[in-house]
């Protein structure tokens, strides 16, 4: 879920004012081309961790008309987070499966633009009210937009004391839960989407102001804040309050400095958690930002000229001598200096390679020294196209993200094995070819098969489909579970018996599953043969899922069909 705030269209904003009489004016007196920067700082306290935001905003002033001005925003804030080491309320180290748990939190999931580098185009008053915006930058926590985070209401005439009071309303969003993002099978715009409707809370928001001193053109106002939502059966119930300071500039007309403390209450049926929050920001003066953008620039430069001597030695081919010390080292058995060759060789980035080097490097990959076969992996990359596309087609097949069609399609006839690697249209997800592993090879000619992903196999991702659905993988990639002597997709054909098939077994009550491979079955009990090579205690039949019963019987019929 995300929660976002923003004010309701169909807000009315009421402004009371205390009349005192005040020396300095308090308006916004927007100059075209005029330009202001702040440095923010927010710290949220929650009980598992503190989550600090901190970072540049910079506004530039466009067009003016009349009581009005178009500001153009730039900036983001970076977040980093700091785990507390105490246990969270009511959770124990460890949690249910095996990582600490935490409470959840409804700002910890989504994406807030504010979080990131983005640009708002906002239309202010003379008197801070927010007349139009384009694009967003909400931050976490019921902050707002981090953009208009330093302009707060003015009242009318010029006075010590005034308050708001507005409406205001609070978006609680689903986020799309599949890997693929809002585009996958099961995202908001895809085809299984489930997400449900967005859920708008009334609020109501207010705050009251105090002139408390004026030093030279600096302005001191004290500011309460509150923000409430109604209690419901439905939704969850905020409360905000805070105190602070805001001080305002009344030479440039612009917001100076601010300090606030915020706590945020969150309802959730019978909980309640409270979350302090401050928030700092101060205005950079033109002369340290231009000496920051002048540091910024110098360092710019200096990178790209570093980068342009790292890729000019990085294109230049090896010199004679260089590539007899190069072949010299990696024969020899000082491994730091072998170790050094290898990582200048990694530097390389040539476009015409030499294959004395690549052959030199080779046989390193394999090295029993962890450095060492790191080294000539990344090295090799670099001195061997071939090697290093092989290397990318094995990443590819471990994940579940989509391969380009290979066009090898397996038809009625076509041997597949066990443990196969191939590439398959999953039912229901469109005509992507995903990577999978075969799991089972079915009487009616359809293969069980697992689709990748980049942790442990799930049930879900275990799936029957036909064998049209199935194409065989590229020739060139390993094949890591391929029958002795054939290590390729391309040598699946042999005349070599397949060994023992390897296969989910379920018992009865479908809690408890192994992978194993049948043995035989005497007396009614079956005994069953681990990966690893350890038999089972025999079980009897019965005891098995419906399937596994089905599948012992199979092989109690044996196969007619001998290999002379």
Sequence with gaps: MRWTMMLAAAAVMTLTIVQVTQAQTLEYRWQSGQKFSYEIEIVIDTDAEKITYKGM?????????????VVTYR???RESKQSKARRSRGIPFGGPFGAMSRPLSPFSRPTFAGRSQTTNKITLSTLGEVLAMEGDSQLPYLLGNVSLLPFEPLPERQQSAWSYDTGISITEENEDSSPF???GPRGRFGPYSQTTPQNVQAAGEG???KTIRTEDKLVSISKTYSLDTPKTDD????????TGT???????NVPHAYDMKLTLAVESGNTTTTIPISVKYTR???DRLAQMEAEAKRKAEEAARLAAEKRAMAETPLTAEEKSQALAALVGTNIPSKLETLNQLAEKSLLDTDPEIADAI???VKSTDKRIATAADKALRKWSSDYANQKKLEKAYQGPSPVDSTERYVESTTPLFIGQLVQAQRPRYGSFWRPARVKELLSDSSVKLAFLTWGKENDRDIVTVPRRNIQLAPPELEQPAAPAGNNRTSAAVTNEPAGPEVRTWSDSSGRFKIEASFVEMVDGKVRLKRADGKFLTPLPLEKLSKDDQEYVKQQQLGNPFQIE
Aim: hydrophobic residues 35%; neutral net charge; without cysteine.
């Design 57 to 69: 905003t910079h506004y530039s002033v466009g067009s003016v008309s009349g009581n009005q001005a």
């Design 75 to 77: 900036g983001g804030l």
């Design 181 to 183: 993002g809002p585009f």
């Design 207 to 209: 705050g009251t102001y």
């Design 235 to 242: 939704n969850n119930v905020f409360k905000m309050r805070g």
């Design 246 to 252: 805001w001080t305002f500039d009344t030479q440039d």
């Design 284 to 286: 950079i003066s033109a």
């Design 362 to 364: 080779l046989p390193w």
